[in-house]
């Protein structure tokens, strides 16, 4: 199944969306570049004047402010189209309006624009030599030109940020897909030795267990409910404090979570795996992993702390690789941009993991935290 749908993810074509050129930051940067371009061309033309300036910023703005009107326009249908055909749509389009903007506007210049509806021809606002058509050729080919440079940079743009979020679904799918053997192995003798003298246990092991495959096999990149991640950090604990006992000990600190916070799948768990795997288990006599949650206005914090090993014990029992870590930075930058962070503060004695993001959720909580909106249990 998973091999089909790679294989269609592959066969798909890619569609050219067009960015959002219509919203307040589109316009500015429309605008501000129309500026800048038409600024140059007055410069390469040595025709250094005012009046010059003047109307070729006119033409210039015009022109800019129609193709991103009519990209946004038309922004839905291009992105049904394929690639190329969507590259090639777009840049016909501007180019045909850059063509009839040039048009006018010579028309214009001449005072001749009227005669198209009826009214008297107008004063030229040039000397009247007559519409200079070259100058309507050149002009289109000009914009053609820019409009091709232009189009094709946001094409090149969008395939980049298509590959690194495909190689980025892929290390997700690395990540979520991975489960250490020695944990299955030891969860698979925890049930074997409970089935005859604790069955009820065994077979709430086989749910945990279940559960922790059911979100692993999931789909890379889903968000889920910060409370169901919560969810499934609680069944990974009992199984490792099945397997542990005593020496692991876990205080969870959480506030009460408000209805739509969302976090992507598997987020919290790998931190707390390599807190009890790199912090506990090489202690003897173990130690307590703190989970606190905060939820302040619009973020969410996440801080997962444990006890560290002395060198020689972490050396036998052997360093990560800090894959999970590479992993969750990414997602939570794909999907949150530089409105996230996770921090790691290593003090020698403990080592400290605390991610923050920003939630979309409403304003309505849910009383689905622990003991009064906070919960702590061994």
Same mark, same amino acid.
């Given at each position: 199944?998973?091999?089909?749908?790679?294989?269609?993810a592959?066969?798909?074509?890619?569609?050219f969306?067009?960015?959002?050129?219509?919203?307040?930051?589109?316009?500015? *940067?429309?605008?501000?570049?129309?500026?800048?371009?038409a600024?140059?061309?007055?410069?390469l033309? @040595?025709?250094?004047s005012?009046?010059?300036?003047?109307? !070729?910023s006119?033409?210039?703005?015009?022109?800019?402010?129609v $193709?991103?009107? *009519?990209?946004?326009w038309m &922004?839905s249908?291009?992105?049904?189209?394929?690639?190329?055909?969507?590259?090639?749509?777009?840049?016909?389009?501007?180019?045909?309006?850059?063509?009839?903007?040039?048009?006018?506007?010579?028309?214009?210049?001449?005072? &001749?624009?009227?005669?198209?509806?009826?009214?008297a021809?107008?004063?030229?606002?040039?000397?009247?030599? @007559?519409?200079?058509?070259?100058?309507?050729?050149?002009? !289109?080919?000009?914009?053609?030109?820019?409009?091709?440079?232009?189009?094709?940079?946001l094409?090149?743009?969008?395939q980049?940020?298509?590959?690194?979020?495909?190689?980025?679904?892929?290390?997700?799918?690395?990540?979520?897909?991975?489960?250490?053997?020695?944990?299955?192995?030891? $969860?698979?003798?925890?049930?074997?030795?409970?089935?005859?003298?604790?069955?009820r246990?065994a077979e709430?092991?086989?749910?945990?267990?279940?559960e922790?495959?059911?979100?692993?096999?999931?789909?890379?990149?889903?968000?889920?409910?910060?409370q169901?991640e919560?969810?499934?950090?609680?069944?990974?604990?009992?199984?490792?404090?099945?397997?542990? @006992?005593?020496?692991l000990?876990?205080?969870?600190?959480?506030?009460?979570?408000?209805?739509?916070?969302?976090?992507?799948?598997? !987020?919290?768990?790998?931190?707390?795996?390599?807190?009890?795997y790199?912090?506990i288990?090489?202690?003897?006599?173990?130690?307590?992993?703190?989970?606190?949650?905060?939820?302040? @206005?619009?973020?969410?914090?996440?801080?997962?702390?444990?006890?560290?090993?002395?060198?020689?014990?972490?050396?036998?029992?052997?360093?990560g690789?800090?894959?999970?870590?590479?992993?969750?930075?990414?997602?939570?930058?794909?999907?949150?941009?530089?409105d996230? $962070?996770?921090e790691?503060?290593?003090?020698?004695?403990?080592?400290?993991?605390?991610?923050?993001?920003?939630?979309?959720?409403?304003?309505?909580?849910e009383?689905?935290?622990?003991?009064?909106?906070?919960?702590?249990?061994?």
């Amino acid at each position: 199944m998973a091999e089909s749908e790679s294989e269609s993810a592959r066969t798909s074509p890619e569609r050219f969306e067009i960015p959002e050129l219509c919203s307040a930051s589109g316009l500015v *940067a429309v605008v501000i570049s129309a500026q800048l371009l038409a600024v140059v061309v007055v410069l390469l033309s @040595g025709a250094l004047s005012w009046v010059t300036f003047g109307i !070729t910023s006119l033409f210039v703005q015009w022109v800019a402010l129609v $193709s991103a009107g *009519a990209l946004c326009w038309m &922004r839905s249908w291009l992105a049904r189209l394929p690639s190329a055909a969507g590259w090639l749509s777009a840049w016909l389009m501007v180019t045909g309006i850059v063509a009839a903007c040039a048009v006018i506007a010579e028309l214009i210049l001449e005072g &001749r624009f009227g005669e198209w509806f009826g009214v008297a021809a107008a004063d030229p606002l040039l000397s009247p030599t @007559g519409p200079d058509w070259s100058m309507v050729l050149r002009t !289109t080919l000009v914009g053609a030109i820019l409009a091709g440079m232009l189009l094709r940079y946001l094409l090149v743009q969008q395939q980049l940020r298509e590959r690194e979020q495909s190689e980025l679904r892929l290390r997700v799918q690395a990540l979520q897909s991975r489960i250490r053997p020695h944990f299955l192995f030891n $969860s698979m003798n925890i049930i074997a030795s409970l089935i005859e003298s604790d069955p009820r246990t065994a077979e709430l092991v086989v749910e945990d267990l279940s559960e922790l495959f059911r979100a692993s096999l999931n789909e890379a990149g889903n968000q889920v409910s910060l409370q169901e991640e919560l969810d499934l950090c609680e069944r990974y604990v009992r199984i490792e404090q099945l397997r542990l @006992g005593k020496r692991l000990q876990v205080e969870w600190e959480v506030d009460a979570v408000p209805h739509g916070v969302q976090i992507p799948l598997l !987020t919290i768990q790998p931190l707390l795996e390599n807190a009890i795997y790199h912090g506990i288990q090489p202690l003897p006599e173990g130690g307590t992993v703190y989970v606190r949650v905060q939820i302040e @206005g619009n973020r969410v914090s996440v801080e997962v702390d444990n006890p560290l090993a002395p060198p020689d014990a972490a050396r036998r029992h052997g360093q990560g690789n800090r894959m999970a870590l590479a992993n969750i930075r990414s997602r939570l930058g794909v999907l949150y941009g530089a409105d996230a $962070s996770l921090e790691v503060h290593d003090s020698g004695e403990r080592y400290r993991i605390r991610l923050s993001y920003p939630h979309e959720g409403g304003g309505q909580s849910e009383a689905r935290a622990r003991a009064g909106g906070e919960r702590r249990h061994g």
